[in-house]
């Protein structure tokens, strides 16, 4: 699905983020990206989404060098790609069915699929019956449900979060955990940042761990 | 990524026929949104619109002047002399080659007995004609020039002088050359007066747009990470520069309407005074749909501006 070859990454101001990192993310796979903030977790989720790109390296996605994509065709690579942010990104001047909408209108899906999909996917994160609430009425948990049912609906090869459960306890983190394992079970590949080691521990999955820019450890 | 790749598939009809409703969406959202935010949008709307109206004015203004000139009696005339031997069928002769004449709009023979009389009706000179033993004006051509062009005219002038039955063809040029140099002065003012706040609509509205731009930054930022064009994220922002400039223009059309109107009253009073009838001409259906046009170009070229420069910040 992914692989890193020799990637390093560095900021217009010197500051180099990620050093020399290989791994492979196999189709289908859900890998955790740890490491204290500023170990490059966030840059390294950058690449793939290609917000950012890397100073050297490559990085494959599905077969295909992402250093070959043109600035104008980033955009195919990210409908591929759903993401979740720590902060969830809702625009809060449009209700969860908008919200949850959007990768779709950007799309060109027609009316019909559209309210087929969004109402399935806020079902599958537990929202069914909320979705013309504004964001501002929901809970933080639920907030970052709407986010991941945004994420989902279109229906990504690749699921990228970067930091989900930052600002959740314990118990709606460990929630928001089993809906990525159970998206993972149906076939689509994960990446997920986290500093939350409990979380990791209680489950058995790949762990990709970063410090400083270097990828330390990859742990089974 | 099967399901993207089957959408993709999904023939060509399907994706036309979305793509015409989006834009048809996005017309629809942009026009509410400025119907719901009139505070916004009012004064940019007004800026817009005073700055094509008053051009628009000028123009009218300007050709009504130019039309009102082709319209006095004394349009410029062509006095062509016949020579002395020359007799009244070859001088009607020679009208009728005139008439012929690109260039000649109305030819007119005037023989000399005509003349004469004419001269004794119209002067306290009469009396030294009849003192004379026998009429000295000659059989004349009036002819009337289809171009007010000075050039033209002085050229018309001269290829009627090679006629051999023509002595001699005169024209006060003076005064043509005159007119002709203010009625260019005007054109050029208005042509410059429209340029310099065509500039200034356009520069509102791409100023316009980027504040909508700037609003919507967060909206921006997600639709690009999730996959949008740039197409896409523009589409909205150009048809609300198309709004502004259409809802510019309408305005525009009727300031004009309104200001050409209350004119036309002193206009018809003055032109009574001179026992003439005459009466601004607003342009009509013609205009109205003209200045809309104008200010639909202004809206969309302002918009363009507006979005590629302020998307381009926003980029990701």
Redesign the interface.
């Known amino acids: 699905m992914i692989s890193f070859d020799h990637v390093s990454m560095r900021y217009p101001d010197g500051f180099e983020a990620l050093k020399d990192v290989n791994f492979e993310l196999k189709d289908g796979e859900m890998v955790f990206l740890t490491g204290p903030s500023g170990a490059g977790k966030s840059t390294l989720l950058k690449l793939i989404?290609m917000?950012e790109r890397p100073a050297s390296g490559q990085i494959l996605f599905?077969g295909l060098n992402l250093n070959r994509v043109s600035n104008k065709h980033i955009?195919?690579?990210?409908?591929?790609i759903g993401?979740v942010y720590q902060n969830h990104?809702l625009?809060f001047d449009k209700n969860v069915f908008e919200n949850v909408a959007?990768?779709l209108r950007?799309?060109?899906?027609?009316v019909k699929d559209i309210s087929r999909r969004v109402r399935a996917s806020i079902s599958k994160v537990g929202l069914a019956g909320k979705e013309r609430k504004f964001p501002k009425n929901l809970s933080s948990g639920e907030q970052q449900r709407v986010g991941i049912a945004?994420a989902v609906v279109?229906?990504?090869?690749l699921l990228l979060a970067d930091e989900p459960t930052g600002n959740l306890d314990p118990q709606l983190s460990e929630e928001i955990m089993v809906l990525f394992e159970q998206f993972n079970q149906v076939g689509v590949s994960s990446l997920i940042a986290t500093h939350d080691i409990d979380l990791l521990d209680r489950r058995k999955k790949r762990e990709l761990r970063l410090s400083k820019g270097t990828l330390v450890s990859e742990s089974k | 990524m099967n399901q993207n790749r089957a959408e993709k598939k999904s023939g060509f009809l399907l994706r036309t026929r979305l793509l015409v409703s989006g834009h048809f969406d996005d017309l629809k959202k942009t026009a509410a949104e400025l119907i719901t935010n009139p505070l916004n949008s009012t004064l940019s709307l007004l800026l817009i619109a005073v700055s094509i109206a008053l051009p628009s004015i000028f123009l009218t203004l300007t050709t009504n002047f130019m039309s009102g000139l082709d319209r006095i009696d004394e349009s410029p005339k062509i006095n062509v002399y016949l020579r002395e031997e020359v007799s009244i069928e070859e001088g009607m002769t020679v009208t009728r080659g005139l008439l012929e004449h690109p260039q000649v709009s109305e030819a007119t023979f005037i023989s000399a007995d005509e003349a004469l009389k004419e001269f004794q009706e119209g002067s306290n000179l009469s009396g030294i004609l009849i003192a004379l033993d026998e009429n000295p004006l000659p059989h004349v051509v009036e002819v009337v020039p289809s171009s007010l062009d000075p050039l033209d005219v002085s050229n018309l002038v001269m290829s009627i002088e090679l006629y051999d039955q023509v002595q001699e063809a005169s024209i006060n040029l003076r005064w043509l050359e005159r007119l002709f140099a203010i009625s260019l002065i005007l054109k050029r003012l208005v042509f410059v007066l429209a340029l310099i706040l065509f500039l200034g609509v356009i520069l509102v509205i791409a100023h316009t747009i980027g504040v909508a731009i700037q609003f919507k930054r967060q909206e921006i930022e997600l639709m690009l990470l999730i996959g949008a064009t740039h197409g896409f994220v523009k589409r909205p922002f150009r048809y609300l520069g198309f709004w502004y400039g259409f809802g510019g223009g309408l305005l525009a059309a009727v300031i004009t309407e309104l200001s050409v109107s209350s004119l036309s009253a002193s206009v018809e009073a003055l032109a009574q005074s001179y026992r003439s009838s005459y009466a601004l001409d607003s342009g009509g259906i013609v205009g109205i749909l003209a200045i809309i046009v104008v200010g639909v170009f202004l809206g969309v070229v302002g918009a363009s501006i507006g979005v590629s420069r302020h998307v381009k910040e926003i980029q990701n």
């Open positions: 989404t917000i599905d955009y195919k690579i990210r409908r591929e993401v990104r625009l959007l990768p950007v799309i060109g899906t027609n945004r279109s229906r990504p090869s």
